[in-house]
């Protein structure tokens, strides 16, 4: 099945999709891959709220704006797979039988599929600005990308249902 039909799968059935990936071919490769792509859709999400920052203080330049923002981005990577490592750990403690790299699965596949509602919030910060709508926005992208990890850790460390 094609990424893109994950990610819309994700938003149905969580655990269902989870399951189908942890079952595939198990490689470093691949979760690197989920890891790389959910940052990249991440940092274009950021132009345009970047580009209204430019625009209202032009003081600092886009570009260099830009290039801050990619740095921002990068450094996350040892962050995420040391989340990934604390969330299999929490879960061993409660009786996981999983492993660090059904974790990191887990993690990396729930930024990537909440990707395309981060993108909505890139534009909401580009067109409208700081402002309620977008708090509220970043409240529930915040919110499913909990649903997906949770519920993928679950499949991952549980073998859980829905």
Do not use: C
Request: proline share 4%; aromatic share 12%; no cysteine.
């Amino acid at each position: 099945m094609a990424v893109t039909d994950d990610i819309v799968a994700t938003y149905r059935r969580p655990g269902a999709v989870m399951r189908r990936l942890l079952a595939g071919e198990r490689h470093e490769a691949r979760a690197l891959a989920y890891l790389i792509a959910a940052l990249s859709v991440i940092y274009v999400s950021q132009w345009p709220g970047l580009s209204r920052d430019a625009f209202l203080d032009p003081s600092v330049p886009m570009t260099q704006r830009m290039v801050a923002a990619l740095l921002a981005v990068l450094a996350t990577i040892p962050a995420f797979y040391l989340l990934a490592a604390f969330g299999h750990i929490a879960a061993r403690t409660f009786g996981g039988t999983g492993s660090y790299f059904g974790a990191r699965i887990a993690l990396f596949w729930a930024l990537l599929a909440v990707a395309p509602l981060m993108l909505l919030q890139g534009l909401v910060a580009g067109f409208v600005g700081p402002g309620a709508g977008l708090t509220l926005l970043g409240v529930l992208v915040f919110a499913v990308f909990l649903w997906f990890w949770i519920t993928g850790l679950r499949a991952a460390e549980f073998g859980g249902r829905e």
